[in-house]
């Protein structure tokens, strides 16, 4: 009897069990969209005391990679970032350009002399940009940058970050950036959380009287996005997990007594 009593408690378990996995599915399928897969990435344009090899010899900054330099040393000599760098294929596409009077070139690269940064980019006009596209559907994070004031000083600046897809702005700065303190001698750093599915367009731009100022360490995270196959549960899917939970308060009811 015993026996008996304990193979028919067996077989309601399974029973149970097999409606439950198919409701927990059925529950999951409710959710909305979600991010799989994040990704951080960090721009740095050389970390010292040695410098990089992400620069061009081409002035819109394509061709072969070699050993970057100041734009002081002679012409040819690898001065300006390549536009491959921080490109990772089917992840995110990286743009750079010098604007103002010498619009569609890359950006310099310089190794000091802004704050406490080694390895920057910056415009000679004083206007520059930077896109940051995500690529194959994937959402962009804004996470941070450090700028920097040529001759470590202190320097006023304009910043506008832009949503690529909209073009309005989603962030505005106008003020002073750098610490010309000897005893703290610091680069500013911009902290965000700002997402996109286009991508973002970094401007900045020197001030009325203002002098040079130079973007390093660059820091965004890119995700996957991934949305379930229903967003609305068919009525069959409504009647399993009706069915299901009434198993469960039977279930319980049985154990109470």
Request: with cysteine.
């Amino acid at each position: 009897m015993q026996s008996t009593r304990k193979t028919i408690r067996q077989a309601r378990r399974t029973r149970i069990r097999q409606f439950v996995v198919p409701v927990t599915l059925a529950i999951a399928a409710l959710g909305g969209q979600a991010t799989l897969g994040a990704q951080s990435y960090t721009l740095d344009f050389g970390a010292g005391p040695n410098a990089p090899s992400i620069c061009t010899t081409n002035p819109v900054g394509s061709g072969a990679l070699v050993l970057c330099s100041p734009s002081g040393t002679p012409l040819g000599s690898g001065q300006r970032v390549s536009q491959s760098y921080g490109d990772v294929a089917g992840v995110v596409n990286v743009q750079y350009a010098e604007l103002g009077n010498a619009f569609g070139r890359s950006l310099h690269w310089w190794p000091d002399e802004y704050n406490n940064l080694y390895g920057v980019l910056y415009s000679p006009s004083g206007s520059a940009r930077i896109d940051v596209i995500p690529q194959g559907g994937k959402q962009l994070t804004l996470n941070s940058f450090l700028f920097g004031a040529f001759r470590r000083t202190t320097l006023p600046t304009m910043l506008t970050i832009s949503d690529i897809a909209g073009g309005s702005p989603l962030y505005t700065f106008v003020g002073s950036v750098g610490t010309s303190s000897p005893a703290a001698n610091a680069a500013t750093l911009f902290s965000f959380d700002l997402q996109s599915l286009a991508g973002f367009r970094i401007d900045w731009v020197q001030a009325a009287g203002g002098g040079i100022v130079a973007i390093d360490d660059l820091k965004f995270t890119v995700a996957d996005l991934a949305a379930p196959p229903s967003v609305v549960p068919e009525p069959g899917s409504w009647a399993l997990m009706g069915t299901g939970l009434a198993m469960l308060g039977v279930l319980a009811r049985r154990r109470r007594v």
